[in-house]
């Protein structure tokens, strides 16, 4: 699927969801980025992989800092984009909010310890909260190997 084909499909489902002229200007200006974002990799057609890559463009062209409105506006776009190239349909469902903590016991100490440690070092809550989500990912991703702890990692 094209580019401007799946962002055109975008607009139209957005406006057709009944979403307000505002919002619908702000997806029109994440629609915009997203085009410029894959015309300077030359790229003409959507991959999910593509779309990480844009919702990972978070940090600010003008800052150099990690921009929290493109964190969430970058995200929901390529949700509602990943929803409707894998099913066809795009899914205008939130997602939960709230503090998430790794699963095991174990692990929910290891990361109070790292939040700990990021406060020391950063006052930006956005800087700390992209950190934190990192070890929250890495953390999970051990808790679905049932990795306890770092020593139970092997290289073979």
């Known amino acids: 699927m094209t580019i401007d084909a799946i962002c055109a499909s975008c607009i139209e489902a957005v406006r057709k969801a009944g979403y307000n002229e505002s919002t619908i200007f702000n997806y029109e200006g994440v629609v915009r980025r997203f085009r410029e974002f894959c015309k300077e990799r030359d790229v003409n057609v959507y991959s999910c992989e593509l779309g990480k890559k844009y919702a990972d463009n978070v940090i600010s062209k003008k800052t150099g800092k990690l921009s929290l409105n493109r964190y969430h506006t970058q995200g929901r776009?390529?949700?509602?984009?990943?929803?409707?190239?894998?099913t066809g349909k795009f899914d205008f469902s939130t997602?939960?909010?709230?503090?998430?903590?790794?699963?095991?016991?174990?692990?929910?100490?290891?990361?109070?310890?790292?939040?700990?440690?990021?406060?020391?070092?950063?006052?930006?809550?956005?800087?700390?909260?992209?950190?934190?989500?990192?070890?929250?990912c890495v953390l999970q991703f051990l808790n679905k190997y049932d990795i306890i702890n770092l020593e139970q990692l092997k290289t073979d």
């Open 77 to 86: 776009f390529i949700r509602l984009i990943d929803s409707y190239f894998n």
């Open 95 to 136: 997602l939960k909010k709230g503090k998430i903590s790794p699963d095991k016991p174990d692990h929910k100490i290891i990361y109070g310890g790292y939040q700990k440690y990021l406060h020391s070092l950063y006052e930006n809550e956005n800087t700390i909260h992209f950190y934190e989500y990192g070890m929250y």
